[in-house]
DNA sequence: TAGTTTTTGCAACGATCGTTGTACTTCGGC
DNA sequence: GCCGAAGTACAACGATCGTTGCAAAAACTA
């Protein structure tokens, strides 16, 4: 019973926060859209700002270990590295509507940085951005140990990689196909990472 | 008189929301900001909404006018081709005391997209982010038929080079070395569209 | 200087909000 | 069925906020 509340409580205020932001959203709103009393959030979280709290670091648990389980399923064996790359772009920029709450609330708190607790924000960093980009920065690795790429630091490939793809579809206007986008985006990061480019330029 | 009250309420607004946000701003703070009287924003802009408005259109206007100057002098005339890709991604991803409260408004827009009219985010991204893109697309071509690069869709290829660069510089770790980012950034450009590249992969 | 326009100061309104205290109810474990 | 813990309903508080009306003051124009 307490779980269950505290799991539609955390669902429920990351639905909230992440359409509303932290200072529309009402503790009022918040509790109904649980379906628990406000009262029992102030007996939980204390305040305002530690339901928020608690939000951002499970949203961004449960999201990292997501992205880092479709980049083990897409980047752990490559069959043909082009279409592979092109399926995780393709993944990576997908808006799903499980974890579309969670890049609206990642808005949010790019926006209201200089409200939200230093700590907070360290905390969903760690979490979040970069034990992700750590992930892919291994894959990268080893795939380059395995001769797909060659590439002196794959952190910052693993960056170029994202930005390329999810990056760029997100930057992309309201009639641009994203699948050619991210084709595009691939075409870059093969021809310049691909066995033997390093050397050219 | 009144043309010096209208700048200093557009700048001063556009430092209070680009901080606060625009639930959290208040009325009277966006007044006191610009050494105004509350009343006075009524009598201009209807109510925080217009005013908000206007803020996004003038501040886009003025920003996007300087960063098509900074592209026009940086990518106008190619001295040596990397070099000056670098310090155009060095001039791109500099944050500006001058246009930084802009980008702060710009993440405010973009987590509060649900509570904004259309209208005005149609506004702001046709004057801003779109009208930027077709500026360095501009360049890119022209560069390309002077055979700098070798390019098929040069208005992807701006986004692939801010994405490169100032993309990939913002989404740095805390410690990571913004030049080094840009020098990786364009190095990948260079690979993926300078001449014969794309014949390769 | 006279008249018109713009700006200001002030009070007030209804509404919303975060938070707390308290008494009542519900529920899981024994 | 009992007990302690967790959840709820309700009222109330001080505070803040967007907005308006109005009369006085200031700035600008002729």
């Known amino acids: 019973m307490r779980t269950d509340k505290q799991r539609a409580l955390l669902d429920g205020a990351l639905r909230v926060f992440a ?3 932290y200072s529309r959203a009402s503790i009022d709103v918040l509790a109904a859209e649980a379906g628990v009393s406000s009262r029992t959030i102030y007996n939980h979280y204390g305040d ?3 339901l928020f709290r608690a939000v951002i670091l ?3 648990d449960r999201v990292a270990e997501r992205q880092i389980a479709v980049a083990d399923k897409l980047l752990g064996r490559i069959a043909n590295l082009e279409a592979d790359l092109v399926e995780f772009g393709l993944q990576w ?3 799903d509507p499980e974890t ?3 890049w609206a609330l990642v808005r949010q708190i790019q926006a209201d940085f200089d409200h939200i607790a230093p700590e907070t924000v360290a905390a969903w960093k760690e979490r979040g951005p970069t034990r992700v980009r750590q992930a ?3 894959h990268l690795r080893r795939l380059a140990a395995e001769g797909h790429f060659e590439l002196e630091d794959p ?3 693993a960056v170029h990689l994202v930005q390329l793809t999810a990056g760029s579809a997100a930057a992309a206007e309201p009639g641009e196909d994203w699948e050619t986008v991210i084709r595009s985006g691939v075409g870059v990061f093969l021809r310049a990472y691909a066995p033997g480019a390093t050397s050219r330029s």
Do not use: N, Q, T, V
Request: hydrophobic share 30%; net charge positive.
């Open 58 to 60: 499970d949203s961004s």
């Open 48 to 50: 305002k700002a530690g």
């Open 93 to 95: 920029a997908k808006r």
């Open 19 to 21: 359409r509303d932001g």
């Open 136 to 138: 892919l920065a291994g």
């Open 155 to 157: 952190s910052l490939a």
């Open 100 to 102: 579309e709450p969670h």
